[in-house]
């Protein structure tokens, strides 16, 4: 399956985000997300899940088929917000028997809510408690979770795991890892070892474009060092000022 950007543009007011970017994101990879503060990642992933509109450009979702489709369902977008958003008013067991009562024709397996927070390593003593009381981290691992119940195509986290404790960062990273063969996973981080760590492919959000960097890099003892400078404001500038020369 692959998640298809063509010259996507979208601006705030004075401040443009995206100018004819493009990028093919694809399952059995996943893809780090890099950008400077304000580049546009949250947006981009608002983009792709249609909480926000483009100002021009395509965003499609391949079927079974390998056939390019715009008007997919954004149930099909699994999205993990920095801040997680849950129903205060509901307790985990609540909210994910709800989430397994709607999605009933799509799950194959038959697990029961109890079991689904157990296996995120929400304890039984915390499945009744009202989800205001839980934990940022434990909030975290409750919307990842819905994600996975349903088995969503695309999986995007924003600035994911840097709530969890060592052992919940540790079993969350196993459970992207399980994903990654069918679905398509993009996540945006500013934490340089956590990409390396996880990431098939770096993409750069950076001067209103998406690229790749070199994969080689990724492991490369250098890799923070190389990053910084394509992100620099004045990456390419010289090149610039040399080809006009
Ligand atoms: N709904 C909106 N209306 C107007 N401007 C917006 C809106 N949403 C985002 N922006 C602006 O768009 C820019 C990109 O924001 P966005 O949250 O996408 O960046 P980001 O790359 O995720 O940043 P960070 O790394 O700091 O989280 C910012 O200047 C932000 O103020």
Do not use: W
Not at 6 to 23: G, H, P, R, V, Y
Not at 100 to 117: E, F, G, P, W
Not at 134 to 158: A, Y
Request: glycine share 4%; charged share 25%.
């Amino acid at each position: 399956m692959k998640l298809i950007l063509e010259k996507i543009n979208k601006k705030f007011a004075e401040k443009t985000l995206f100018t004819d970017a493009s990028f093919t994101f694809e399952t059995g990879k996943i893809y780090g997300l890099l950008g400077r503060n304000g580049a546009g990642k949250t947006t981009l992933f608002n983009c792709i899940s249609k909480n926000m509109s483009l100002d021009s450009g395509q965003i499609a979702l391949t079927d079974e088929t390998g056939e390019a489709h715009q008007d997919y369902d954004n149930t099909e977008i699994g999205f993990i917000y920095t801040q997680p958003i849950l129903p205060n008013f509901m307790t985990a067991v609540e909210f994910v028997q709800f989430f397994i009562d709607i999605n009933s024709t799509r799950l194959v397996t038959q697990k029961t809510a109890s079991d689904y927070l157990i296996a995120v390593g929400i304890q039984e003593i915390d499945h009744n408690k009202l989800l205001k009381d839980f934990s940022h981290g434990m909030k975290n691992k409750v919307q990842m979770l819905i994600s996975v119940i349903t088995e969503t195509p695309v999986l995007l986290l924003d600035e994911p795991l840097t709530s969890f404790d060592v052992i919940a960062a540790h079993d969350m990273k196993k459970l992207i890892l399980s994903l990654k063969k069918d679905t398509v996973i993009i996540f945006s981080t500013h934490i340089l070892q956590l990409a390396q760590d996880m990431c098939d492919e770096i993409i750069l959000l950076h001067n209103e474009k998406l690229t790749a960097v070199n994969p080689e890099m990724i492991h490369d003892k250098n890799f923070e060092s190389e990053i910084i400078e394509l992100l620099s404001d004045n990456y390419g500038v010289a090149d610039k000022e040399t080809a006009h020369e």
